[in-house]
């Protein structure tokens, strides 16, 4: 079975704070994803990356950056929190073929 | 640009069929799939059709006819536990990039 994990289930931070959010696949996948999710909004792409050290922006970049050193670790960085992202954060990996295979989730409150 | 259509609301009872329906607008296609998110939870694969026709699995089945850019998830002996949200998702490259549609929220009554 394809395993993504993602660091923390649920994470509190103040505004202003650098937030690291982990994402670690196991079964050798390219692509990975970050993904968030709020009520009424779907599944929105924030990057994605298709090889080691390659990203490419999503549909809402901003506020966020990326870093994939290895190919099993994709990391999302919020610089500098705010409260408009505070959301559900969703990561993925995918061989390609139209399946992705998601982790649990992070929950996310910016105070 | 890309999009997906999808109804946002099915009710159904329990041993029943339900259909979900997609239609999608994309510049490139590389197949349609489905997820499953039940509340609190995290999407998960359904199914994926690269070519028009049926595919099924259990209970589950899904359709694609490409030339109406249309594509359906088929649920069939309906149980409780189907209760939750469904996706449609079309491949944007070879990437696995997908684009969701906004999702179709299944009750399951009993």
């Known amino acids: 079975d394809v395993k993504v994990t993602q660091s923390s289930r649920y994470l509190v931070k103040r505004t202003g704070e650098k937030v690291f959010l982990e994402c670690v696949q196991d079964m050798d996948h390219e692509n990975m994803f970050w993904y968030r999710q709020d009520p009424g909004l779907g599944l929105r792409l924030i990057y994605f990356s298709y090889d080691v050290k390659m990203k490419e922006k999503g549909d809402i970049p901003e506020g966020y950056s990326v870093s994939r050193e290895k190919k099993e670790r994709f990391s999302l960085i919020l610089e500098s929190a705010s409260t408009n992202q505070t959301s559900m954060y969703l990561c993925?990996?995918?061989?390609?073929?139209?399946?992705?295979?998601f982790g649990p989730g992070t929950r996310l409150t910016v105070l | 640009g890309q999009s997906l259509e999808q109804p946002s609301e099915v009710t159904a009872v329990e041993g029943a069929i339900v259909q979900i329906n997609c239609t999608y607008q994309?510049?490139?296609?590389?197949?349609l799939s489905w997820y499953q998110q039940h509340d609190g939870g995290a999407p998960t694969f359904l199914s994926y059709n690269a070519l028009d026709g049926l595919e099924e699995t259990g209970r589950f089945s899904s359709f694609l006819s490409r030339s109406d850019s249309y594509g359906y998830l088929l649920l069939q002996e309906l149980q409780m536990k189907d209760s939750a949200s469904y996706f449609c998702a079309t491949g944007a490259s070879n990437t696995g990039k997908l684009i969701f549609g906004q999702g179709t929220t299944l009750q399951v009554k009993p």
């Open positions: 994309t510049s490139g296609f590389y197949g």
């Open positions: 993925a990996s995918s061989p390609g073929t139209g399946r992705q295979y």
